[in-house]
């Protein structure tokens, strides 16, 4: 905790630096080259749901307002100034107003104003004429009633009831603006936004290409006259070309990963952090026999979630509720509270000895199998955790194969609940908003499994609207234990991670607590 907190307050500290009147420090130039895991859909940033699918584009856009860029925790304390000047709360906490920046231009020229703002929403709420064809987050902005101008530059986002959270909605990387003079087709193909990087060349499979946006509104930024984002899906080719010198920064990278690089690169950076994405079961609750909580329940007694941290995370993770365990979450349960939580008893042969006498009744066995397939996103992110689960389940009596699904066609098919087993990924903050209605409410967007429980929407609601951190912790804990109790979705795991870079890359801070805050990048520079 002591060395999260040194982490936080020198990057707070480079924070003033870059701010603070020493730009000049600064070197303007060069061709920043990033590691991506996966090709993109498309460049429809409403259509992403990963961070090499976001990441690319968070450059090209602004938001309203923005976590710190050099503040590695996301917090509501952590929240800038971007395209709004200012913001402030009605007395009763359900009117939230920004005042606008004046003359900001997209980059074709066309001026930037408030009724960008609400089409903006349009498309969020999948309310536009023209919608995108996969939108997994709409479901984040249910309690926002409407949005109001006043003249071209000051916007009010009107709640349905006070949600203190709020801000974090719009101030990670998926809070971008859009403009309306883009459809969602025209987005998906070549991206226009107000941001510091405009786009260059997106060919599938290969790479992304940004560059220097001349006319951003910022003086001096970006530093970097371009990015490029190169797909690479196998490991130990992202390790050859990090140690060949192809690539600057690489983040996503495992302990074994960040091992073979420093081992070859001595100079190299690597930062490892906690894990933020927790791997977890999804069951299809509407497929017989898993319609059955009994068989459900079974499958979550399976797991070792230690092996797992041992097998996919060399050793490095954590074990965890839904919401991401301290010190790199804010709101996560502590781990000897974890231990008590139904399904998490570390003594696991006790658990499957429960779990084969659940599955002998009924009707299975050694010679009588459960057969499955496990279906699951085709990178290593996804697929590694997936064998690992496939020889767990074996111990009672489901025999399981692997269905790995094309990373571009893996959420929609997840969202059509077209497949029965599967090990999948999600966030888990920074905040509890949106994240536990986001998964868990009746009916909301990323719902992967159909899980509903009227009196867990209560309490997500209950929590959404407390101010106060200690009773909305406690509320937040009894929501985790209700969770753990009814088997939806049971989290697995949590892999720490790593990022590693040259020397020479400067400004660059890891975010700890969200994989969609980070990539702005308009005050990384190159020091060579």
């Not at 895991?37 to 938001?63: F, K, R, V």
Request: neutral net charge.
């Amino acid at each position: 905790m002591i060395r999260a907190i040194r982490r936080v307050a020198a990057a707070t500290a480079l924070a003033l630096v870059l701010t603070g009147g020493t730009a000049a420090a600064q070197k303007a130039g060069g061709i920043l080259r990033v590691y991506s895991a996966e090709s993109p859909p498309g460049l429809n940033i409403y259509e992403q749901a990963t961070p090499w699918g976001l990441g690319p584009l968070m450059g090209i856009y602004n938001n309203l307002i923005l976590f710190d860029q050099h503040v590695e925790q996301n917090s509501l304390d952590a929240i800038r100034r971007d395209l709004a000047t200012r913001w402030s709360w009605n007395e009763d906490g359900t009117e939230l107003t920004f005042t606008l920046r004046q003359g900001i231009r997209w980059h074709d020229g066309m001026p930037f104003t408030a009724k960008d703002v609400l089409c903006t929403v349009d498309l969020m709420l999948d309310k536009a004429k023209e919608k995108p064809r996969f939108n997994s987050r709409k479901s984040f902005y249910k309690n926002l009633a409407s949005v109001s101008v006043n003249g071209d530059y000051e916007v009010t986002f009107h709640l349905s009831r006070p949600q203190p959270a709020f801000p974090m909605l719009l101030a990670w990387g998926f809070g971008a603006i859009t403009p309306c003079h883009q459809t969602p087709d025209q987005m998906r193909q070549h991206p226009i936004g107000t941001g510091p990087f405009k786009f260059v060349e997106f060919k599938p499979n290969e790479y992304i290409k940004v560059a220097r946006n001349p006319d951003y509104w910022k003086p001096d930024r970006p530093y970097l006259d371009g990015i490029e984002f190169t797909v690479i899906r196998d490991p130990a080719t992202t390790v050859l070309a990090f140690i060949s010198g192809k690539l600057d920064l690489a983040a996503g990278m495992s302990p074994s990963m960040m091992k073979d690089i420093t081992s070859q690169v001595p100079d190299a950076i690597c930062e490892r952090t906690p894990g933020n994405v927790n791997r977890h079961l999804i069951i299809n609750r509407d497929k017989p026999p898993f319609n059955n909580h009994e068989l459900r329940r079974a499958m979550a007694l399976s797991l070792d979630r230690q092996a797992f941290i041992d097998i996919v995370g060399q050793r490095e993770g954590e074990i965890g509720g839904v919401l991401q365990p301290p010190p790199g979450g804010l709101w996560g349960m502590p781990t000897e509270q974890v231990k008590e939580l139904p399904g998490y008893d570390p003594d696991v042969a006790k658990n499957r000895a429960q779990a084969r006498e659940i599955m002998e009744k009924l009707g299975y066995g050694s010679n009588n199998p459960l057969k499955i397939k496990v279906s699951a996103s085709d990178i290593r992110f996804y697929r590694d955790p997936a064998i690992v689960l496939i020889d767990q389940l074996r111990q009672i009596y489901i025999e399981a194969e692997l269905e790995a699904i094309d990373t571009t066609g893996y959420y929609p098919k997840i969202m059509r609940q077209e497949y029965t087993v599967g090990l999948n990924l999600q966030t888990s903050g920074p905040d509890p908003d949106p994240t536990l209605d986001l998964f868990y409410g009746c009916g909301s967007s990323l719902n992967w499994d159909g899980y509903c429980n009227h009196d867990v929407d209560k309490l997500i609601e209950q929590q959404s609207t407390e101010g106060d951190p200690a009773r909305r912790k406690q509320i937040l804990w009894q929501i985790e234990r209700k969770l753990a109790e009814e088997d939806a979705r049971p989290i697995i795991f949590y892999a720490d991670g790593g990022t590693c870079m040259r020397p020479y890359v400067k400004g660059q801070v890891v975010m700890v607590n969200s994989i969609f805050s980070g990539a702005r990048r308009e005050d990384v520079w190159l020091d060579k």
